[in-house]
T-cell receptor, first 120, second 110 residues
Framework: GAVVSQHPSWVICKSGTSVKIECRSL??????MFWYRQFPKQSLMLMAT?????????EQGVEKDKFLINHASLTLSTLTVTSAHPEDSSFYIC????????????????FGAGTRLSVL | EDKVVQSPLSLVVHEGDTVTLNCSYE??????LLWYKQEKKAPTFLFML????IEKKSGRLSSILDKKELFSILNITATQTGDSAVYLC??????????FGEGTQLTVNP
């Protein structure tokens, strides 16, 4: 249980185009999902917190108009990188917080497999 | 600003060795300390620690938290080549924000 699916796993796009990344919790509901960015050989940096039915909360230094987040349902959050540029090339990874049901522990964040974005 | 520091940054051992990975944290409104294993892409959950002094075990892996010293360790006994990965430590706030350390790259040679 507690599987998070992220799609696509790899995307190449031209500079100036927009790219949408999906994050789905497959077997649990997630009122809160998180988006991270990971540079090579560095750790995960939180970009924003996505709450179902409300606006996302962005970390300092992250442009909200650049990285649009939508959390329309309890199992889906999307990150759209608008007008992508080469400096946006990175590994983007989402997590979903399991509020805990039945035997599962509460408040654990489970991660998707990530999306490698390459902007030409 | 919240901060998590892991050491060592990399470690090379032989199969069968025991390793200890370290994590120190400074997290405002601290709720828990989490350990993840990242092999290629998705970090996979290992442990969540909320209370001091209570060891959590899963097979050959164990972890403990010291909330007074703001420190946690992850132990792996009888290491196997499949344990080779980056081990990430993260401090969680009461608002569910995770601050990750840089990770420890563990390489287990046959």
């Amino acid at each position: 249980g507690a599987v998070v699916s992220q799609h696509p796993s790899w995307v190449i796009c031209k500079s100036g185009t927009s790219v949408k990344i999906e994050c789905r919790s497959l077997d649990f509901q997630a009122t809160t999902m998180f988006w991270y960015r990971q540079f090579p050989k560095q750790s995960l940096m939180l970009m924003a917190t996505s709450n179902e039915g409300s606006k996302a909360t962005y970390e300092q230094g992250v442009e909200k108009d650049k990285f649009l987040i939508n959390h329309a349902s309890l199992t889906l959050s999307t990150l759209t990188v608008t007008s992508a540029h080469p400096e946006d090339s990175s590994f983007y990874i989402c997590s979903a917080r399991d509020s805990g049901s039945g035997r599962r522990a509460k408040n654990i964040q489970y991660f998707g497999a990530g999306t490698r974005l390459s902007v030409l | 600003e919240d901060k998590v520091v892991q050491s060592p940054l990399s470690l090379v051992v032989h199969e069968g060795d025991t390793v200890t990975l370290n994590c120190s944290y400074e997290v405002t409104n601290f709720r828990s300390l989490l350990w993840y294993k990242q092999e290629k892409k998705a970090p996979t959950f290992l442990f969540m620690l909320t209370s001091s002094g209570i060891e959590k075990k899963s097979g050959r892996l164990s972890s403990i938290l010291d909330k007074k010293e703001l420190f946690s360790i992850l132990n792996i006994t009888a290491t196997q080549t499949g344990d080779s990965a980056v081990y990430l430590c993260a401090g969680e706030t009461s608002g569910s924000r995770l601050t990750f350390g840089e990770g420890t790259q563990l390489t287990v040679n046959p």
